[in-house]
């Protein structure tokens, strides 16, 4: 029991020193052992050299040396080449405390009587230690000397500030001690700022009056004292910040000072705190620090999804500058923020049905501020006709996908109650509204399939809820949740509507008509359509040959390659090259209204050409990144020419004006770039048979690079000398005649 009667570190050592002392003196039992003497030599030439070990002639006096073997059996100091220690550092500082006691020296006269080297650094703080554990006038006393005398070192003052800093009960007279730093004018004052940024100190700050007393100062730098202590230290203290800042919210730094605690505050685990943010956002104060505030409130949404739902509507619908408008755009729909981003689809995530309550009514009143168009569905700058997975950029993008999330899992959730969420969206003609009442309706099923038909036999507009390469998709996942559940009479009329429907725009494109219908038939209950319909839906499926219509997809893209690999077509005869010149013969796209990503030559699709020896040319529609000619002549042709140069420049000379020019300007330019041998005839041949064709005059001269050193014939000199001066000028640029000049055959 005695081994564990102790509470702090001294309490230790004094248990330890008792007991090593009542061992060696039994040792030598009937003859005492000098231990207090050993020891009390030791650590005054330890701190006279200001070293921890010290030779063993400091204990040949008195023959010291004999008592001192008998503390080395004991562990209490070791003896080791010629020189004493104590066993532990700890323990010599402890020693010399009890040594330097008897001396009726204070702290500040033990360290003016020396050099003040780092060695003293510990017996300060050892000392100090047993005066705030024994003796807190003494202590506050040294305290206060060694803090404000000039002679004492820096590196000592600091070893006095980390101990006030670590204390878990400061006193306000050691408060004071502090505060009178502060106010004075030493240079270091500031360090004295930074250790009273601890909880410690924030209720003995508090409990003395120091904040209100600051803040109610006037003064600018007391203010700016309380607020940077009390954000820092009292990040569990959010209720008590939150008191202290609450009589200064008219004061003009009242947006700063609350900012910069919420920055240090979770504002998740305070809630009157947050509710002074969330004041002061309503109240248009912190307009232009926004940023601030979402910085600060990284996390909320998945912690306090409510009060960020709160948050969301302080900010878009509550405060004075809510819904302006510039340039047509809602100016809230177009931030960027990170932090607010990633609040929305949090918020809407925790609390969906709270998010869609709160947040839907503002939307529609965004698209009514932002219609664009004169047909229902109506569009709007903002919601319009969304984009399939499109990357959230800002907020629009990221409140509509969070709506559309939000409703799903609030239909999910509470079947019946999601029509009291959505019921408001039924009168609004705006594309988005439509689509985000049938993403929430569909997600409930059963529960209204009967309301659906109802919305769905409104007229035409009705069907239109989808996205931007998928006008109907929305509408479609809507019918294939609840047309099973429909009563046979209400399917009829569902189902007689859609396989008659034909939007205006279909009218005018005879290869797309009846694409919607076939994405919006094939979405019904197989099993229960009429033969009429299924015979329609046979037809259509044919039409466009597939059995469900094609996913919208979003926005794609990435580098246009060639139509055919390099490996392919390093395999090819001259013929080879004939038949996919002649498959890829131009440039540029073919737009098309009913397959909008097909291209012409210079795409590729995936079917096979019907009139080119069998040659495949995959469609665009699943390939849409394949290229025609200039691909296929720019990465490979031309790169298979610098390898056989002598064998393309005869394949140049069989190539007439039916072919793209591209193909020939690749050759040219693969000789000029090639790096092996080659017959400069060939060279010369392919120049004279292209300036016959007349097409490909800039590369001409360019196919000559690598025979700078050779006697070139006079008519190939006569004929660059002739496109150099009479070729017309493919460029013109009055302002910037040198990129004129680089892009023009002459």
Not at 449 to 470: C, H
Not at 475 to 504: C, D
Not at 540 to 557: C, D, H, Y
Not at 616 to 635: K, N, T
Request: glycine share 6%.
């Amino acid at each position: 029991a005695e081994a564990l009667d102790f509470s702090t570190l001294a309490d230790l050592f004094d248990h330890y020193w008792r007991t090593k002392r009542r061992a060696v003196n039994e040792r030598r039992l009937p003859q005492e052992t000098r231990f207090d003497a050993v020891v009390e030599r030791l650590v005054s030439a330890m701190s006279d050299s200001q070293r921890l070990a010290v030779p063993e002639s400091v204990l040949f006096a008195d023959s010291l040396d004999d008592d001192a073997a008998v503390l080395v059996s004991e562990h209490v100091i070791v003896h080791e080449g010629g020189r004493y220690a104590f066993f532990h550092e700890a323990l010599f500082d402890y020693a010399f405390v009890r040594t330097w006691l008897r001396a009726d020296q204070s702290t500040l006269e033990f360290l003016l009587a020396g050099e003040q080297e780092l060695f003293r650094r510990a017996q300060v703080r050892q000392i100090l230690t047993y005066w705030r554990e024994n003796d807190r006038e003494r202590f506050t006393a040294d305290v206060r000397a060694l803090l404000t005398h000039e002679d004492v070192r820096f590196h000592v003052k600091e070893v006095v500030l980390a101990l006030l800093r670590a204390l878990e009960d400061p006193s306000s007279e050691e408060l004071r001690i502090l505060v009178e730093i502060l106010e004075s004018d030493f240079i270091w004052r500031d360090r004295v700022e930074l250790l009273l940024r601890a909880e410690p100190w924030f209720a003995r700050l508090d409990a003395d009056g120091f904040f209100e007393t600051w803040l109610a100062s006037g003064d600018e730098a007391k203010q700016r004292r309380a607020v940077s202590i009390m954000a820092i230290a009292g990040k569990s203290q959010g209720e008590r910040v939150a008191e202290l800042l609450r009589p200064y919210e008219d004061h003009e730094e009242f947006p700063t000072w609350l900012l910069f605690c919420a920055r240090f505050i979770d504002l998740d685990s305070s809630r009157p705190l947050f509710e002074l943010v969330l004041a002061a956002v309503r109240s248009g104060k912190l307009d232009d620090r926004m940023h601030e505030v979402w910085l600060s409130s990284h996390a909320f949404g998945q912690k306090q999804p409510l009060w960020a739902v709160e948050l969301l509507s302080a900010w878009l619908i509550e405060r004075p500058a809510a819904l302006a408008v510039s340039s047509d755009r809602v100016v809230d729909m177009t931030d960027r923020d990170y932090g607010l981003l990633e609040l929305i689809r949090e918020s809407a995530e925790g609390a969906p049905a709270a998010f869609a309550q709160s947040l839907l009514a503002y939307m529609q009143r965004v698209m009514e501020a932002t219609t664009v168009g004169n047909e229902r569905p109506y569009g709007d700058w903002h919601f319009g006709v969304p984009i399939w997975n499109a990357i959230i950029s800002e907020v629009d993008d990221a409140l509509f996908a969070a709506m559309r999330g939000a409703l799903r899992a609030a239909a999910v959730e509470d079947p019946e109650g999601i029509r009291l969420i959505v019921e408001p969206l039924v009168d609004d003609e705006h594309h988005a509204a439509q689509t985000l009442l049938y993403e929430g309706l569909g997600a409930a099923g059963a529960a209204h399939a009967a309301w659906a038909t109802d919305l769905l036999l409104r007229g035409e507009f009705a069907l239109e809820a989808g996205y931007s390469d998928g006008h109907y998709w929305v509408t479609r996942e809507l019918l294939k949740a609840t047309s099973p559940h429909m009563n046979a009479g209400r399917f009829r009329r569902v189902e007689e509507f859609i396989r008659n429907y034909v939007p205006e725009w279909e009218e005018r494109e005879s290869r797309a008509r009846g694409h919607a219908a076939f994405t919006l038939l094939s979405a019904l209950d197989p099993e229960r359509l009429s033969e009429d319909s299924r015979a329609v839906l046979a037809s259509l499926r044919e039409k466009f040959e597939r059995s469900e219509p094609e996913a919208p997809r979003g926005i794609i893209g990435g580098m246009v390659g060639s139509p055919v690999s390099a490996e392919d077509a390093r395999e090819f005869t001259d013929e080879d090259w004939r038949a996919a010149m002649k498959a890829y013969p131009g440039e540029g796209r073919e737009f098309d209204h009913d397959d909008f990503l097909r291209g012409g030559a210079y795409e590729l699709g995936s079917v096979r050409h019907p009139d080119v020896d069998g040659w495949q040319i995959p469609g665009l529609y699943h390939d849409f990144l394949r290229g025609g000619a200039y691909e296929l002549a720019s990465q490979v042709l031309q790169a298979l020419t610098k390898e056989s140069p002598d064998r393309f420049a005869a394949l140049g000379v069989t190539l007439d004006e039916s072919y793209n020019p591209t193909y020939l300007d690749s050759i040219l330019i693969g000789i000029a770039d090639s790096e092996g041998d080659f017959e400069a005839e060939n060279v010369y041949r392919l120049i004279r048979y292209a300036a016959g064709l007349g097409t490909n005059d800039r590369w001409l001269g360019y196919a000559l690079k690598r025979l700078y050193e050779a006697e070139i014939p006079d008519d190939i000199v006569e004929i660059l000398i002739e496109r150099a001066s009479q070729a017309p000028s493919d460029y013109e640029s009055d302002d910037d005649p040198g990129f004129a000049g680089i892009n023009n055959t002459r």
